[in-house]
């Protein structure tokens, strides 16, 4: 059975968490890549930082809902979440834009099972990580390419 060590991109562009939005925006789109991995200064995965993620800071933030108990105003938002939204569409940094402690997996892992992950979590980009340290990433246009190796085109 194929490995992600097989097929991964072992030469990872990687931001940090203080790195500029722009910046990061600016390398997903040169390099046409969906995701970066955020690391720290010792090579440790700190967070993805993918399209959507920047997406997100064009959305309108939503008013929590509210309803009357006892005479009183209870949000159907939570706090918390309302300003994690928040954080998102005003980010300036990677660190507040990211997906902190995204799914990783190891470089053992079966090509069938990062498949299957990324279409039941509808993730684009994993992070391949061993001994806790980056080492390399995987995405779905990897997974398709395992699909078309070894056939050969007819012209």
Known sequence: MSKVKEIMTREVLTVTPDTEITRATKLLIDNRINGLPVVDEEGKIKGILCQSDLIAQQKKLPLPS???FLDGFIPMTSMKQLEKQIQKVSATTVANAM?????????????NNVAALMVDKNYHTIPVVEGGKLVGIVGKEDILRTLTSGTETVS
């Open 66 to 68: 509210f309803f009357t």
């Open 99 to 111: 997906t902190p402690n995204p799914v990783t997996v190891d470089p053992e892992t079966s090509i």
